[in-house]
């Protein structure tokens, strides 16, 4: 990268293009996770699949260093992937907050009430519990999903060998 990109003057720029940015990171590490939690889970299904089949010509062992390493790679590409989460709830947080002071610079008669933005509500809104209805902010959202996600396929990873046992 140039060094001229390492001196930007944040005080020169407009809110709607740092607004703007803002959302564009957050649509960035929603696509990652979303990425992540479709490859991860698949890739390893499919690897157990192949290994459970195959595992006649692997021995217990074999399969248990398998199970651990498949194990231990799914939860450290977790661990990433809740950084992203934290990175991304940390944007949708400025934003929310551009939101409320664009609000607030706007007279109230203009916008009618409404707030004005997408991330305005974050705050407010309700996470759905697990069938969907909305609830308290104790419900399922993207985090508790991922958790459940990858914790399974971890479990999945980690009963490998035992599955060759049946």
Request: with cysteine.
């Amino acid at each position: 990268m140039k060094q001229e990109n390492y001196n930007l003057n944040i005080n020169t720029l407009d809110d709607k293009v740092i607004y703007q940015e803002i959302c564009k990171k957050i649509t960035e590490t929603d696509a990652i996770s979303f990425k992540l939690l479709g490859l991860v889970p698949t890739a390893s299904w499919v690897a157990v699949t192949i290994s459970w089949f195959e595992s006649h010509q692997f021995s217990f062992w074999g399969l248990l260093l398998l199970g651990l390493f498949g194990a231990w790679v799914t939860y450290f590409i977790y661990r990433w992937e809740r950084r992203n989460i934290q990175v991304c709830n940390t944007f949708r947080e400025y934003a929310r907050i551009m939101e409320a002071k664009k609000m607030a610079e706007e007279s109230a008669e203009s916008l009618n009430g409404a707030l004005n933005g997408p991330y305005s509500l974050l705050k407010t809104k309700n996470k759905p519990n697990i069938s969907g209805r909305p609830t308290s902010s104790k419900g399922w959202g993207k985090t508790e999903a991922e958790t459940a996600i990858y914790f399974i396929t971890i479990l999945l990873w980690l009963i490998l060998p035992w599955l060759t046992l049946l």
